[in-house]
């Protein structure tokens, strides 16, 4: 069962379950001056934010699809006529950098892409690899599935299917086959600027902070600070829930995340969930993560195994404060045991430092 709603939480990690043909993917929040949130809508899983200069536009982050990205295209251009110039990818995870194609398509080759220097790694070794995946066999077997599923009547547990259970299947079958023409076409634009620590854009209004501060949910996660307007755009840093742990360095998160606590800011554009007002919600993924990552070093220590470990340790009272839980209880349950999982492979030496 565990293993199930991990797998749910993979494939929604994979942008597979967005509804089809959505002319209006984002809702677009301003939190300054020329500062605007896109919050994807439910089904277009990750967010970003565009800034718009005197003479330019810097966007963050592009979602899984170019569509999506020609959707958030279109709502910058509604707002100004100005050229989009740079791209910050906030980190390599492929729903935040398979739409980057999309900018220099539209602006044309004057589009800079900004990321730190091991996320460019990533997206190499990582990200277009993933790509080719999803296009050869996780998309097609998604596909498969599904399509069995309606043929027979039966839903993956074998019981059979409801109305709405039907409506949703279809629904998703279509999704999947429009992403599985879009991935033919999906060629990463890499980042044309890299950078080690930090990089700072001074503009004729305002200066942008492009901040490295550690490893965190994967090696290579920047934040774009505007201390003028006390925003911070954080990608998957900060999120409404327990962000995904599958590339991350839980232990190293905690100082990565308290110094993008400790900057001077009121507002985060996070990389999913709506926008957060105060740090009410970054100090509740601190708390978490700090009890975690104590309950796994204490287990390792007791010589525990980590099944035992599993089963033993209790983040349950961290729950209420992650609003991506509410509808879905589980979701805590599987993203606290990979949370678990991977705090113990980062303190025994399994993965690399
Ligand atoms: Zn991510």
Do not use: C
């Given at each position: 069962?565990?293993?199930?709603?991990?797998?749910?939480?993979?494939?929604?990690?994979?942008?597979?379950?967005?509804?089809?043909?959505?002319?209006?993917?984002?809702?677009?929040?301003?939190v300054a001056d020329g500062v605007?949130?896109?919050?994807?809508?439910?089904?277009?899983?990750?967010?970003g934010a565009f800034i718009v200069n005197k003479d330019d536009v810097l966007v963050v982050d592009?979602?899984?699809?170019?569509?999506?990205?020609?959707?958030?295209?279109?709502?910058?251009?509604?707002?100004?006529?100005k050229?989009v110039r740079y791209v910050v990818n906030t980190h390599?995870?492929?729903?935040?950098?398979?739409?980057?194609?999309?900018?220099?398509?539209?602006?044309?080759?004057g589009v800079e892409y900004i990321a730190q220097h091991t996320a460019r790694?990533?997206?190499?070794?990582?990200?277009?690899?993933?790509?080719?995946?999803?296009?050869?066999?996780?998309?097609?077997?998604?596909?498969?599935?599904?399509?069995?599923?309606?043929?027979?009547?039966?839903?993956?547990?074998?019981?059979?299917?409801?109305?709405?259970?039907?409506?949703?299947?279809?629904?998703?079958?279509?999704?999947?086959?429009?992403?599985?023409?879009?991935?033919?076409?999906?060629?990463?634009?890499?980042p044309t600027i890299t950078f080690e620590r930090s990089l700072v854009l001074y503009k004729a209004e305002r200066t942008i902070h492009i901040l490295f501060f550690g490893?965190?949910?994967?090696?290579g996660d920047v934040v774009v600070y505007l201390p003028k307007e006390q925003v911070v755009v954080t990608g998957?840093l900060?999120?409404?829930?327990?962000?995904?742990?599958?590339?991350?360095?839980?232990?190293?998160?905690?100082?990565t995340?308290?110094s993008v606590r400790n900057l001077d800011w009121n507002t985060a554009v996070?990389?999913?969930?709506?926008?957060?007002?105060?740090?009410?919600?970054?100090?509740?993924?601190?708390?978490?993560?700090?009890?975690?990552?104590?309950?796994?070093?204490?287990?390792?220590?007791?010589?525990?195994?980590?099944?035992?470990?599993?089963?033993?340790?209790?983040?349950?009272?961290?729950?209420?404060?992650?609003?991506?839980?509410?509808?879905?209880?589980?979701?805590?349950?599987?993203?606290?045991?990979?949370?678990?999982?991977?705090?113990?492979?980062?303190?025994?030496?399994?993965?690399?430092?």
């Amino acid at each position: 069962m565990r293993r199930r709603t991990l797998g749910v939480v993979i494939l929604l990690s994979m942008g597979l379950f967005a509804p089809p043909g959505k002319a209006q993917s984002f809702d677009i929040v301003k939190v300054a001056d020329g500062v605007y949130a896109a919050i994807g809508k439910p089904g277009v899983l990750s967010n970003g934010a565009f800034i718009v200069n005197k003479d330019d536009v810097l966007v963050v982050d592009t979602h899984f699809r170019p569509s999506w990205a020609n959707d958030l295209i279109a709502e910058i251009r509604k707002i100004t006529n100005k050229p989009v110039r740079y791209v910050v990818n906030t980190h390599w995870h492929n729903d935040h950098v398979q739409g980057n194609q999309a900018y220099v398509s539209a602006f044309g080759p004057g589009v800079e892409y900004i990321a730190q220097h091991t996320a460019r790694e990533d997206m190499v070794s990582k990200a277009i690899p993933s790509v080719q995946n999803q296009l050869n066999k996780d998309v097609p077997e998604r596909i498969a599935r599904t399509e069995k599923m309606l043929a027979d009547g039966k839903g993956a547990d074998g019981n059979p299917l409801t109305d709405t259970a039907r409506t949703t299947l279809s629904e998703r079958l279509a999704s999947d086959k429009a992403y599985l023409e879009e991935l033919k076409s999906i060629q990463i634009a890499l980042p044309t600027i890299t950078f080690e620590r930090s990089l700072v854009l001074y503009k004729a209004e305002r200066t942008i902070h492009i901040l490295f501060f550690g490893k965190g949910h994967t090696r290579g996660d920047v934040v774009v600070y505007l201390p003028k307007e006390q925003v911070v755009v954080t990608g998957d840093l900060l999120t409404n829930g327990i962000p995904l742990m599958r590339d991350a360095y839980p232990s190293q998160w905690i100082g990565t995340l308290d110094s993008v606590r400790n900057l001077d800011w009121n507002t985060a554009v996070t990389g999913h969930g709506g926008v957060q007002t105060g740090k009410e919600q970054a100090d509740r993924l601190l708390a978490y993560m700090k009890d975690m990552v104590a309950a796994v070093k204490d287990a390792i220590g007791k010589g525990m195994t980590l099944e035992d470990a599993k089963k033993s340790i209790d983040l349950s009272k961290h729950q209420a404060g992650f609003p991506a839980y509410t509808t879905n209880p589980q979701g805590f349950a599987a993203a606290s045991n990979g949370a678990v999982e991977r705090t113990w492979a980062e303190l025994t030496g399994k993965i690399p430092n």
